[in-house]
């Protein structure tokens, strides 16, 4: 049982900055992968970045040079720091993470989760 909560969304005009955090909770063995989503209405979801567990990035080429994810595996928390915001950018933005749960004593299981969404929308 894991959990993830996006926070962060908002509005803001083209130019501007908004960081998301992505919060897993739950009886957690081990967060591998981290990755940012997106969805713009009518459109299909978008990779906007990923992040592994000892810090290895990559990004969309749509976002390359002006968003960067990180990660601080203490709090169990990811991060997407977004900048110099364009309209296109307006998406619902999801977070994921590759986890292992305990099942018994000794056994685990690895299975992807999604969080609810944050909204970000750009516009003057």
């Known amino acids: 049982q894991v959990q993830l909560v996006e926070s962060g969304g908002g509005l803001v005009q083209p130019g501007g900055s908004l960081r998301l955090s992505c919060a897993a909770s739950g009886s957690i063995r081990s967060i591998n992968t981290m990755r940012w989503y997106r969805q713009a209405p009518g459109k299909q979801r978008e990779l906007v970045a990923n992040i592994t567990y000892i810090g290895v990035t990559n990004y969309a080429d749509s976002v390359k040079g002006r968003f960067t994810i990180s990660r601080d595996n203490a709090k169990k928390t990811a991060y997407l720091q977004m900048n110099s915001l364009k309209p296109e950018d307006t998406a619902v933005y999801y977070c994921?993470?590759?986890?292992?749960?305990?099942?018994?004593?000794?056994?685990?299981?690895?299975?992807?989760?999604w969080g609810q969404g944050t909204q970000v929308t750009v516009s003057s």
């Open positions: 994921t993470a590759d986890a292992s749960t305990y099942i018994s004593s000794g056994d685990f299981r690895v299975r992807s989760y």
